[in-house]
């Protein structure tokens, strides 16, 4: 177990660089798919939301019962991270050779998703290893300040990626829009990026409960003291936090199109996107910086909900906004509920996970994130605003509804957080009392 005074430089820039790449890579890439997928392959808005849905059920899955149980009997956790970034790179590359050899559009389409969804598989062993390896190297009270500080790093990987990739879809304006996936030039770079990624990985410790003596220590800081956390605690907290991730980013795939949408939509071009996600990027950077104290001063729990409401706040701009100043104020907003939302809500899971298990149970957790990028859009936004299409509805008025529902899931699941925090309290009194809570207090 290392501490943030006694970490080495190397393990830092490896963790670092890591998380810069690997930003920059999904920045680059995943933008602009769902934009290549709706109007250069002609697919509907429910389609499109399926090029991450089926992906991050393969993920999940992959994570909870395959990788997750593999990295808690072998104790790899960089091992993983390495192996599942090259296994990933040579797949993407596969998937964009085979996309072309047809010529149907349509089916084409349907290469990438079904493609894209066989290399999670082996994506998702670098997405588990990296949640055990956080734990393995850092004690609890510091780990929502790490997962800040990473994800502040890996904002500006994203600026560069969203940037570039906007830029090179339509080949610097000299080209056709999706150029840049047709052509492939976002498909190699992308994969290139993988490759490169896991190079630094390899000036980080292997991970695992062998590098730690975090037993006794973490035990000293871990809320487990003060309440046993019990699998009703976790699957309340895992409900809750899925209502709010599922809302949130039921919206992410399809956000792209929205902007995009013709008068009186705001018609954006590539590079004006870039700018509006890059406005994401920018909250995502300033915030990660801060998230750890926050946390620290307020409770992990309380933070969730700070970046919750932050997420609410964003999706209403979004519904009511005719101004693109809006556009780019609840940009920045969503870029701020995500960071503040990812590092309060890791450390948060991570006091409930015991060291042993932490391979398999983060790839349950891990399941709320991942799954609310797709599975969100496909079940919430995608059928509203299909639905809403074929009914006759205007385009922007059928996306702005799929919003509603989004901030209505979202506010659910923030309700049920509000009362688990609220009978952790109740419990937690009679502890206060006798001063045993210590440093466990700043988990909720």
Same mark, same amino acid.
């Given at each position: 177990?290392?501490?943030?005074?006694?970490?080495?430089?190397?393990?830092?820039?490896?963790?670092?660089?890591?998380?810069?790449?690997?930003?920059?890579?999904?920045?680059?890439?995943?933008?602009?798919?769902?934009?290549?997928?709706?109007?250069?392959?002609?697919?509907?808005?429910?389609?499109?939301?399926?090029?991450?849905?089926?992906?991050?059920?393969?993920?999940?899955?992959?994570?909870?019962?395959?990788?997750?149980?593999?990295?808690?009997?072998?104790?790899?956790?960089?091992?993983?991270?390495?192996?599942?970034?090259?296994?990933?790179?040579?797949?993407?590359?596969?998937?964009?050779?085979?996309?072309?050899?047809?010529?149907?559009?349509?089916?084409?389409?349907?290469?990438?998703?079904?493609?894209?969804?066989?290399?999670?598989?082996?994506?998702?062993?670098?997405?588990?290893?990296?949640?055990?390896?956080?734990?393995?190297?850092?004690?609890?009270?510091?780990?929502?300040?790490?997962?800040?500080?990473?994800?502040?790093?890996?904002?500006?990987?994203?600026?560069?990626?969203?940037?570039?990739?906007?830029?090179?879809?339509?080949?610097?304006?000299?080209?056709?829009?999706?150029?840049?996936?047709?052509?492939?030039?976002?498909?190699?770079?992308?994969?290139?990026?993988?490759?490169?990624?896991?190079?630094?990985?390899?000036?980080?410790?292997?991970?695992?409960?062998?590098?730690?003596?975090?037993?006794?220590?973490?035990?000293?800081?871990? %809320?487990?003291?003060?309440?046993? %956390?019990?699998?009703?605690?976790?699957?309340?907290?895992?409900?809750?936090?899925?209502?709010?991730?599922?809302?949130?980013?039921?919206?992410?795939?399809?956000?792209?199109?929205?902007?995009?949408?013709?008068?009186?939509?705001?018609?954006?071009?590539?590079?004006?996107?870039?700018?509006?996600?890059?406005?994401?990027?920018?909250?995502?950077?300033?915030?990660?910086?801060?998230?750890?104290?926050?946390?620290?001063?307020?409770?992990?729990?309380?933070?969730?909900?700070?970046?919750?409401?932050?997420?609410?706040?964003?999706?209403?701009?979004?519904?009511?906004?005719?101004?693109?100043?809006?556009?780019?104020?609840?940009?920045?907003?969503?870029?701020?509920?995500?960071?503040?939302?990812?590092?309060?809500?890791?450390?948060?899971?991570?006091?409930?996970?015991?060291?042993?298990?932490?391979?398999?149970?983060?790839?349950?957790?891990?399941?709320?994130?991942?799954?609310?990028?797709?599975?969100?859009?496909?079940?919430?936004?995608?059928?509203?605003?299909?639905?809403?299409?074929?009914?006759?509805?205007?385009?922007?008025?059928?996306?702005?509804?799929?919003?509603?529902?989004?901030?209505?899931?979202?506010?659910?699941?923030?309700?049920?957080?509000?009362?688990?925090?609220?009978?952790?309290?109740?419990?937690?009194?009679?502890?206060?009392?006798?001063?045993?809570?210590?440093?466990?207090?700043?988990?909720?």
């Amino acid at each position: 177990m290392y501490s943030t005074s006694a970490i080495s430089i190397r393990i830092q820039l490896g963790l670092s660089s890591f998380q810069v790449l690997a930003m920059f890579r999904r920045g680059l890439f995943y933008t602009y798919l769902s934009i290549y997928l709706r109007y250069f392959l002609g697919m509907s808005v429910t389609e499109t939301t399926l090029f991450a849905t089926i992906p991050m059920i393969l993920n999940v899955c992959s994570q909870t019962f395959l990788w997750g149980v593999l990295s808690d009997k072998l104790q790899l956790r960089r091992t993983f991270v390495i192996v599942g970034e090259l296994l990933a790179g040579i797949g993407t590359l596969i998937v964009f050779f085979t996309h072309r050899l047809v010529d149907q559009r349509l089916i084409a389409g349907w290469i990438i998703i079904i493609g894209l969804s066989l290399v999670e598989i082996f994506w998702s062993m670098s997405n588990n290893g990296w949640s055990a390896l956080i734990s393995d190297l850092f004690p609890y009270k510091e780990r929502s300040t790490i997962q800040g500080r990473l994800s502040s790093i890996g904002g500006i990987g994203r600026i560069l990626g969203v940037w570039i990739g906007g830029l090179l879809y339509d080949g610097l304006k000299l080209q056709y829009e999706g150029w840049g996936f047709y052509e492939g030039s976002l498909f190699i770079i992308a994969a290139l990026i993988m490759f490169l990624s896991a190079f630094p990985m390899v000036f980080v410790p292997e991970g695992g409960i062998s590098c730690e003596n975090q037993t006794e220590i973490e035990d000293k800081l871990s %809320p487990t003291d003060v309440i046993t %956390p019990s699998s009703h605690i976790f699957i309340i907290f895992l409900i809750a936090i899925t209502l709010i991730n599922f809302g949130r980013n039921s919206i992410a795939t399809i956000l792209p199109q929205y902007l995009f949408l013709p008068s009186p939509g705001f018609a954006v071009s590539s590079e004006l996107l870039s700018y509006i996600m890059n406005t994401q990027s920018l909250a995502i950077i300033l915030l990660g910086l801060m998230v750890g104290t926050i946390g620290y001063r307020l409770g992990n729990g309380n933070t969730i909900l700070i970046g919750a409401f932050m997420a609410i706040f964003a999706l209403v701009l979004f519904i009511t906004s005719i101004d693109l100043s809006f556009i780019f104020l609840a940009s920045f907003l969503r870029g701020s509920s995500q960071v503040v939302i990812m590092a309060s809500a890791y450390a948060f899971a991570s006091g409930l996970i015991p060291a042993k298990d932490r391979g398999r149970l983060f790839g349950v957790f891990n399941a709320s994130f991942f799954l609310s990028w797709g599975l969100a859009g496909t079940l919430i936004a995608g059928p509203i605003i299909d639905f809403l299409l074929l009914s006759g509805a205007s385009e922007i008025i059928a996306y702005r509804v799929a919003f509603l529902a989004a901030t209505c899931v979202t506010f659910i699941g923030v309700l049920i957080l509000i009362g688990l925090l609220i009978w952790i309290r109740i419990k937690l009194n009679p502890i206060k009392k006798e001063n045993r809570l210590n440093e466990s207090e700043h988990w909720v």
